[in-house]
C-alpha cells in the first residue's frame, strides 16, 4: 500500500463528518464513516494480499523476494487490522461515556 492510498484513506476519514458523505455517498453518522474508511482499507490490503498469492500460486517457482514480499503485506493486513478494531473500540467507548453524561 503506497503512502498516497493511506493518505487518501485518512482525508476521507477526517473530512466525511464535515461534509455528511460516506465514501459510498449515503448519509451517516462520523462513527459509520470511520467504519466505512476502515473497511475500504482493509478491502484494498485484502485484494492487494489476494493478488501476490495468485502471483505466488500461479508461477510454479517461488522465489524468496515474492515471498517476503507477501509476508510483509500479510503483516500490513494485521497492522492494519489491529488499528481498526482498538481505533472503532475507542471511539465506540468515547460515544458511550458521551451518550450517558448528556
Same mark, same amino acid.
Given at each position: 500500500?503506497?503512502?498516497?492510498?493511506? =493518505?487518501?484513506?485518512?482525508? =476521507?476519514?477526517?473530512t466525511?463528518?464535515?461534509?455528511?458523505?460516506?465514501?459510498?455517498? =449515503?448519509?451517516?453518522?462520523w462513527?459509520?464513516?470511520?467504519?466505512?474508511?476502515?473497511?475500504?482499507?482493509?478491502?484494498?490490503?485484502?485484494?492487494?494480499?489476494?493478488?501476490? #498469492?495468485?502471483? !505466488?500460486?500461479?508461477g510454479?517457482q517461488?522465489?524468496?523476494?515474492?515471498?517476503?514480499? !507477501?509476508?510483509?503485506?500479510?503483516m500490513?493486513?494485521?497492522?492494519?487490522?489491529?488499528? #481498526?478494531?482498538?481505533?472503532?473500540?475507542?471511539?465506540?467507548?468515547?460515544?458511550?461515556?458521551?451518550?450517558?453524561?448528556?
Amino acid at each position: 500500500m503506497s503512502d498516497m492510498t493511506v =493518505t487518501t484513506g485518512l482525508t =476521507t476519514m477526517a473530512t466525511a463528518p464535515l461534509n455528511n458523505q460516506r465514501p459510498h455517498g =449515503t448519509s451517516g453518522s462520523w462513527f459509520e464513516a470511520l467504519s466505512d474508511a476502515w473497511g475500504a482499507t482493509l478491502d484494498r490490503q485484502a485484494g492487494k494480499l489476494d493478488s501476490l #498469492s495468485q502471483q !505466488l500460486g500461479a508461477g510454479g517457482q517461488d522465489n524468496p523476494s515474492q515471498i517476503t514480499e !507477501l509476508t510483509a503485506e500479510a503483516m500490513r493486513m494485521s497492522f492494519l487490522s489491529n488499528s #481498526s478494531s482498538s481505533s472503532l473500540d475507542s471511539v465506540g467507548k468515547a460515544l458511550e461515556t458521551m451518550a450517558r453524561k448528556g
